[in-house]
Every structure is written in C-alpha cells, then in structure tokens.
C-alpha cells in the first residue's frame, strides 16, 4: 500500500503538491522537491505528445509556461516547471513547522492523485 504526503497548510494547492512517498522517511523540503520533480516527470511522460500543447495552452494566465514549451526540450519539462517562478511560489507557501498531520485521510490524497495530469495540476498553480 501507498503512503502520501500533502501539505496541511495550503489547502488550495495540497493535491498540486501532493506526493507519493517512496521511502518511510520523514518529510523535508528537499526530499519533498525530490518526490515533486518525479511526479512532474511521470505528468509530462503521460501527457506524451500534448505536454507542449498543454504548456502552450497556458500563455494567457501562467506565460511561464508558455516560455518553458518554447525554450526547453520536453525531457527538461519538468525540472523547467518545478524551479518556475509559479511553482516556488507555490512550494514556499509550505509552513514546514505546520506539517504534522495530513489534510485529509489518506485515502482522498490518493484518490485525487490518481485523477491528477499535467494540466489539471498547473490550472491549480
């Protein structure tokens, strides 16, 4: 069985940070950016070919990401989303010293997981 981390302090963005633990360890910034960076890439793998359009499709309310699907090649996607501008924002919301207990039971996080892709998380961001 899956274990899930989401942050408790950001209710509007716990699922678009939500992850997937693969290890027992404790969670920490760095080891969160880790699992957020394999997710990302496991969206853009599944969004195959529609990955660019997706972050085209993005122009008029994030241009960030309209710039990464112009300027990276699509094996750099997901590195480009996670250190955008959008999504540091979005990470830096975590209250670290708040995070001692999951927003939601488990089985919700994993759930809403489940149906994530790739545009459904930056619509949130």
Same mark, same amino acid.
């Given at each position: 069985m899956s274990t899930y981390w989401a942050?408790?302090?950001v209710p509007d963005l716990e699922i678009a940070l939500a992850v997937e633990l693969i290890s027992?360890?404790?969670?920490?910034?760095? !080891? $969160?950016? %880790?699992? *957020?960076?394999?997710?990302?890439?496991r969206l853009v793998r599944e969004?195959?070919?529609?990955?660019?359009q997706i972050l085209e499709?993005?122009?008029?309310?994030?241009?960030?990401?309209?710039?990464i699907a112009q300027d990276s090649n699509p094996e750099h996607y997901?590195?480009?989303? !996670? $250190?955008? %501008?959008? *999504?540091m924002q979005a990470l830096n919301q975590i209250d670290w010293s708040r995070q001692n207990e999951l927003p939601r039971p488990p089985s919700e996080i994993a759930e809403a997981l489940k149906d994530q892709c790739l545009a459904s998380l930056l619509e949130v961001l």
């Amino acid at each position: 069985m899956s274990t899930y981390w989401a942050p408790s302090n950001v209710p509007d963005l716990e699922i678009a940070l939500a992850v997937e633990l693969i290890s027992p360890r404790p969670m920490t910034p760095a !080891l $969160h950016r %880790d699992l *957020m960076e394999y997710k990302l890439e496991r969206l853009v793998r599944e969004a195959g070919k529609y990955a660019r359009q997706i972050l085209e499709g993005s122009e008029e309310y994030a241009p960030e990401m309209y710039v990464i699907a112009q300027d990276s090649n699509p094996e750099h996607y997901a590195i480009s989303i !996670l $250190h955008s %501008d959008t *999504m540091m924002q979005a990470l830096n919301q975590i209250d670290w010293s708040r995070q001692n207990e999951l927003p939601r039971p488990p089985s919700e996080i994993a759930e809403a997981l489940k149906d994530q892709c790739l545009a459904s998380l930056l619509e949130v961001l």
